[in-house]
């Protein structure tokens, strides 16, 4: 077997074709930073584009996810209450759009139903010509498994978005169902009622441009829909990739695939590949304190979010890396990674390899933060309590008994964060373990038993009794 560590720049250039990219540039062209006055030094017209061999799109290779638009309370409109803040995204966009993103992903389903609105509004004030729209059908409540239903979903998408066709549409979450119940599912919400086949003609009317699906989990459907690739043609497929994900998928959640196995099956087939979490859901923006000083060492300069955006843009076939980006920020710090992409040496390759295999010897939840277990009945918040024990863990501030040197910090550590993360009513003692989040989770993490076993080892320290 391959050592995983020690893959040679040559093979990886072989493999990834990054060897073609770096000739060609990608239409990447040179000018003047016109947004000098604000101090950021993000130069316009030099984005990395890829184009689709489908239609000839030139895609940017960074894509706008409007999973996580800004409310007006700052934080993302997928937490809480909150109304979207138009304005932000209204700004966000302009700028994205400004500095070459023309890609942006929505649903039906993002940011409370109401992210396709917020889409429309912003993108709407720009000619149809500078972006490409991606949507999705969202049908994941039995309620919406009739053609009826569906249809009526796809028609609502045009509408909110302000559009009169949909530059690349997706099944959404092939694959997401409970273990066992993919295929199944799969069948109900497209096939049985005959939704495909709609979408199909839709494609032929010229209402559809690109035609493809977004994967999470049940590897059957995967292959099951790729093997029908000669009859549906699909146009792309979005798939969950990043250097941990390379290689370690299926070790971080059995339910789960390695990226390298699905990418190469697109590959082969010459599908472009859209790229979600190439973050995972943040944990690859907020890595262990040694790890950083890795990537620091490495390139002081460089965000730590940034080498996971190059190593997702550095495979060949890649269409767009979508980002869902909050604040104006991370927009920029996106842009910069791709005006334009610096591709992964071979080096640097084996050098993101090394630090997967480093953070897998931290037993970090697989919490993508994708709120799919949200709304908890009981007031739960699910992800920020998942997401404050890693950081914990990540950062060396969990003890595992009270003899630890590190003990009185971690202990101090945790409980304050903990109270200031999640509010004291949404905290893990809440859980009754009724279930209702576990169907839900594409990571397959038993939330119920993570959330006792949090709320234990929170016991424990405000008792000092660990």
């Known amino acids: 077997m391959e050592d995983k560590n020690n893959i040679s720049r040559r093979e990886f250039l072989k493999r990834a074709g990054v060897a073609g990219i770096a000739a060609t540039g990608l239409a990447a062209c040179k000018g003047k930073d016109k947004q000098a006055s604000t101090g950021v030094g993000i130069p316009e017209g030099q984005m990395t584009f890829r184009t689709n061999p489908s239609t000839g799109d030139k895609v940017s290779l960074l894509g706008f996810g409007m999973m996580r638009l800004p409310s007006v309370g700052g934080r993302s409109a997928r937490e809480g209450n909150e109304e979207i803040d138009q304005q932000m995204v209204n700004d966000m966009v302009d700028y994205a759009i400004a500095h070459g993103v023309n890609y942006f992903d929505t649903s039906p389903a993002y940011c409370r139903g109401k992210s396709e609105h917020a889409t429309g509004i912003a993108l709407s004030r720009h000619p149809r010509e500078k972006y490409f729209i991606a949507t999705k059908i969202s049908n994941f409540a039995p309620s919406t498994w009739t053609r009826e239903a569906s249809i009526a979903m796809y028609h609502n998408s045009m509408k909110e978005l302000q559009v009169d066709y949909i530059d690349y549409l997706l099944l959404h979450g092939i694959g997401m169902a409970a273990p066992g119940k993919g295929m199944e599912e799969y069948e109900k919400r497209?096939?049985?009622n005959g939704m495909l086949d709609f979408l199909l003609e839709e494609r032929k009317a010229g209402r559809i441009r690109n035609l493809g699906f977004s994967y999470h989990g049940d590897i059957e459907v995967f292959d099951r829909l790729l093997a029908e690739h000669d009859h549906y043609k699909w146009d792309?497929?979005?798939?969950q990739l990043n250097y941990l994900d390379w290689k370690y998928a299926k070790q971080i959640n059995p339910r789960n695939t390695d990226a390298e196995y699905l990418y190469n099956e697109l590959a082969k087939r010459n599908i472009p590949a859209v790229i979600m979490e190439p973050l995972l859901g943040g944990r690859l923006s907020n890595v262990p304190n040694n790890v950083v000083a890795e990537f620091k060492k490495r390139s002081p300069e460089s965000s730590v979010a940034s080498w996971a955006?190059?190593?997702?843009?550095?495979?060949?076939?890649?269409?767009?890396?979508?980002?869902?980006?909050t604040r104006m920020e991370h927009l920029q710090d996106n842009l910069r990674t791709y005006s334009p992409l610096q591709p992964l040496s071979g080096d640097d390759f084996a050098f993101l390899q090394r630090t997967a295999t480093m953070m897998m010897q931290f037993d970090t939840i697989p919490c993508n933060d994708c709120k799919y277990c949200m709304p908890c009945p009981y007031g739960l918040d699910i992800p920020a309590i998942l997401l404050h024990y890693n950081k914990c863990l990540n950062e060396g501030n969990i003890a595992i008994d009270a003899q630890d040197e590190n003990y009185r910090k971690a202990r101090r550590v945790f409980l304050i964060g903990y109270d200031r993360s999640v509010p004291k009513l949404r905290q893990a003692n809440h859980c009754i373990a009724c279930g209702q989040c576990n169907p839900h989770c594409p990571q397959g993490i038993d939330i119920p038993k993570e959330m006792q076993r949090i709320d234990h080892y929170v016991e424990q320290l405000k008792q000092n009794t660990l």
């Open 309 to 325: 955006f190059r190593f997702a843009g550095s495979f060949p076939d890649v269409l767009t890396v979508l980002s869902g980006m």
């Open 236 to 239: 792309f497929v979005q798939i």
């Open 190 to 192: 497209y096939l049985d």
